[in-house]
T-cell receptor
Framework: DTAVSQTPKYLVTQMGNDKSIKCEQN?????MYWYKQDSKKFLKIMFS???????INETVPNRFSPKSPDKAHLNLHINSLELGDSAVYFC????????????FGPGTRLTVT | GENVEQHPSTLSVQEGDSAVIKCTYS??????FPWYKQELGKRPQLIID?????GEKKDQRIAVTLNKTAKHFSLHITETQPEDSAVYFC???????????FGAGTTVTVRA
């Protein structure tokens, strides 16, 4: 009965590799997000999708490519991983956009060596 | 764009005392102010939010106040308990902007 789920929970990989993180929500929400939380705990929005359409791309390098196959899923693919990509990535969802309660997934801890 | 500043960055309180976290925002058009709690190793979770047409909101031991003129809002936790230990984030957004800006977080430690 998990509301927002992400896989994998941990991801350790080498520089230059390509990796994907998957997110699914079963809340029936129409908006999904990707956040990056760095080592200082700062939470920063990366992308937002509403009804499968990209509505926010917050100056993220184009090595990051989100994909939303349907309203319940939002995946994040990262090409040519760099050391600075190491962080915890959170997926979230809401119904109706920014002024609605956002439900976060458990996070994916990405470590690039 | 919106800039949200949060103070203090760390806060240690004795169990049973009150904790107050303050945030300021820069965009006078912001009208939605949520607070999230993140326990160690867990996901952020919304604990309370306030909209600009309200000056104060309470939920049991938690309250949020908003001063639109001064562009600041605060989280108040009364009768703190060990389970209140966490990182607390304030955030601000405005309708139709599709952008939620977070403060840098406050690490609250409740001493038993």
């Amino acid at each position: 009965d998990t509301a927002v789920s992400q896989t994998p929970k941990y991801l350790v990989t080498q520089m230059g590799n390509d990796k994907s993180i998957k997110c699914e929500q079963n809340l029936g929400h129409d908006t999904m997000y990707w956040y990056k939380q760095d080592s200082k705990k700062f939470l920063k929005i990366m992308f937002s999708y509403n009804n499968k359409e990209l509505i926010i791309n917050e100056t993220v390098p184009n090595r990051f490519s989100p994909k939303s196959p349907d309203k319940a899923h939002l995946n994040l693919h990262i090409n040519s991983l760099e050391l600075g990509d190491s962080a915890v990535y959170f997926c979230a969802s809401s119904q109706g956009g920014w002024t609605s309660k956002q439900y976060f997934g458990p996070g994916t801890r990405l470590t690039v060596t | 764009g919106e800039n949200v500043e949060q103070h203090p960055s760390t806060l240690s309180v004795q169990e049973g005392d009150s904790a107050v976290i303050k945030c300021t925002y820069s965009d006078s058009a912001s009208n939605y102010f949520p607070w999230y709690k993140q326990e160690l190793g867990k996901r952020p979770q919304l604990i309370i939010d306030i909209r600009s047409n309200v000056g104060e909101k309470k939920d049991q031991r938690i309250a949020v106040t908003l001063n639109k003129t001064a562009k600041h809002f605060s989280l108040h936790i009364t009768e703190t308990q060990p389970e209140d230990s966490a990182v607390y984030f304030c955030a601000a957004s405005r309708a139709n902007d599709y952008k939620l800006s977070f403060g840098a977080g406050t690490t609250v430690t409740v001493r038993a």
